[in-house]
């Protein structure tokens, strides 16, 4: 694996950060403009399907042995299906950027799981990350104006960051065995397949939503699930994970931007804090790591 950044691989690390940006306020604005979070979740995985299946034409696509369909299956519904309508739902009363800061702090409960229940470790430096991002993502939690006041809504994003937390972990050893390529796609066929009882749904969602809200759904389904993750298998494949890494860490302010030019989400002094408090908590379990890494 090389270690030199060439233009295209910084290409391909700012296409992700910005598509996975760009995410939080697409999700924002298709619940605007007339989606309901099953609904969203639904179109969103049936048109990166669609994708993927065109994809797998031109691409080797391995078919899971029969004893890994169970894992898989808890992967997708609890990473896929579950993380989206709750980010959905969570999203129906946070801002973009607030969303991002939260769902952020993946890596430490990724982190804290694979303590749990794999051989790898959190030393005292992790515990200690893991402790500052969640004081930064109880800050976030507090209503901008409002002395006493709490976003519940905040508690049901860092669900949805437990929910791909978990996902992550346990799709490990399919990964190694199979590749991303292959799990990203059937985990994805899959979860379309559990929301396809709300097609009807959709569909009536679909004739009665603004235009705007119509295609910020297709864009995530085409670029935040299917480019974005090209981008990064493309940068990963040719980079050590641990160069681009802290890249990830301008999600939530690029986030905020976006929304705040798009959509005219103004971010509170007290949620920028926040943010930067649980950003600086990922960060340091991510240096420990990676100092840890070979």
Known sequence: MADEVTPSIATAVATTVFIWASAFVAIRAALRGGYGP???????YATASVV????S???GMRVPERHDWPRLTICSVVGLVL???LVNTGEIRVNAGMASFVISTVPI?????AALFTAE???RLGWLGLAISLSGTALLSFRAGSKFGFETSVLILIAAAIAQATQFVMQKPLVMRYGALSVTSWSIWIATA?????????????RTATATATSAVIYLGVASTVIGYAAWAYATARIPVARITAFLYCVPPIATLIGWLTLGEQP????????????????LVNVRRRRRSP
């Open 83 to 85: 993380y989206a309508v």
């Open 121 to 123: 470790r959190m030393h």
């Open 57 to 59: 034409m031109f691409s």
């Open 52 to 55: 993927l299946v065109i994809w």
């Open 109 to 113: 409960f990724t982190a804290v799981f």
């Open 38 to 44: 099953l609904q969203l979740a639904t179109l969103r």
């Open 194 to 206: 559990c929301l396809s009882p709300f097609s009807p749904a959709t569909v009536r969602s679909i």
């Open 268 to 283: 509170t002094l007290l949620g920028l804090v926040g943010g930067a408090i649980a950003i600086s908590g990922v960060a």
